[in-house]
């Protein structure tokens, strides 16, 4: 457990059991305890990375906005002072974006690459989520005061006092304009989409997004050789704020790293 000192921050992160490395972003106004549940699991067969994003956990803000770009830079220069020439990404939710953005801007780092509860473009959150995200502010952040993801920020935050900010600036971020599809089709790292049945993204953005990837064009063929390397795993039961601590997570993505592309999963 760790500071990496890089892009003007002082960045976070833990690693936990060995083998090839994973890296592990959690979502919004959350921390790496976000993966508590299912590290044991991973860390079994990988080396886990878990990272506090920028403003998050016991990453400190700094004088520039939450983007995406800029903490996908972060997550690059945190595996140059690794000293890893490529890693496994898994992000959740805000961290998904991360993740993305982390194999768009810098494809060479990203061996495989695991987008859970995330979509490709703004318009895929549902409207009634778009409507809440759009109201994320400071106001919103004292009302959030005493709630279990504010205790563990008051805990190891190094200045609980930014709480309010970070709702400001995360909502700023949220309520910007995005669409990554046209990159998200040139990607060629083997993807795997994550996605539970009660999600707060609809299942037509999960089409569109596998789709972009390759994903559910042709029938892959009676021996699979048809088959795209992007995979999409729906968990049965779960919804977009219960999924990261699924066990089927783990067991749906550790397969896939694991797996040879274009063999049967």
Known sequence: MSYAELNGLRLWYESHGDGPPLVLLHGGYGSVEMFAPIVPALSQRRRVVA???????????????????TMADDIAALLGHLDLSSADVLGYSLGGGVALRT?????????????????????GWYSDVLAAIATQDERVGEEMRGTPPHQLYERVAPRPQDWPQLWAKTGDLLRRDYDWSAEVARLVIPTLLVFADADSIPTSHVAEFFGLLGGGHRDAGWDGTDRPAARLAVLPGHTHYDIVGAPALPAAVLPFLTHQVGAPA
């Open 51 to 69: 990272v506090d994003l920028q403003g998050h956990g016991r990453t400190a803000d700094v004088d520039r906005p939450l983007r995406y770009e």
């Open 103 to 123: 194999a768009i801007q810098h494809p060479t780092l990203v061996r495989r690459l695991v987008l859970v509860s995330t979509p490709c473009k703004r318009s």
